[in-house]
């Protein structure tokens, strides 16, 4: 089992940032990616970026791409979401998942993460 608890959401105005933190602990040698994804109401979840855990190559969705930045402290156990430019748009609450499976074709899937923590609360005001 692989526990996580994110941190550092709030409420930023358009055009802000917030860094959020995810801090993993239990059978932390079992990760292979970990992802960040994210929900608003009414919406599905969806891939917003992930990393290997191992080399540290990163992937991301097409909307996010220029404007966040993910990364990790192997050191720390914790994964970080840098999110610059911020947009109404990306208002959500951001989940980090953990993928225990070395399959790079899969990681945009929610389906895909075995461990998820309980979110954090990001709001972008206009």
């Known amino acids: 089992q692989v526990q996580l608890v994110e941190s550092g959401g709030g409420l930023v105005q358009a055009g802000g940032s917030l860094r959020l933190s995810c801090a993993a602990s239990?059978?932390?040698?079992?990760?292979?990616?970990m992802g960040w994804f994210r929900q608003a109401p009414g919406k599905e979840r969806e891939f917003v970026a992930a990393?290997?855990?191992?080399?540290?190559?990163?992937n991301y969705a097409d909307s996010v791409k220029g404007r966040f930045t993910i990364s990790r402290d192997r050191t720390k156990n914790t994964v970080y979401l840098e999110m610059n430019s911020l947009k109404p748009e990306d208002t959500a609450i951001y989940y980090c998942?953990?993928?225990?499976?070395?399959?790079?074709?899969?990681?945009?899937?929610?389906?895909?993460?075995?461990?998820w923590g309980p979110g954090a609360q990001v709001t972008v005001s206009s």
């Open positions: 998942a953990v993928d225990k499976e070395p399959n790079i074709l899969q990681i945009i899937r929610p389906g895909a993460y075995d461990y």
């Open positions: 239990g059978r932390t040698a079992n990760i292979f990616y």
């Open positions: 990393i290997r855990w191992n080399y540290g190559t990163t």
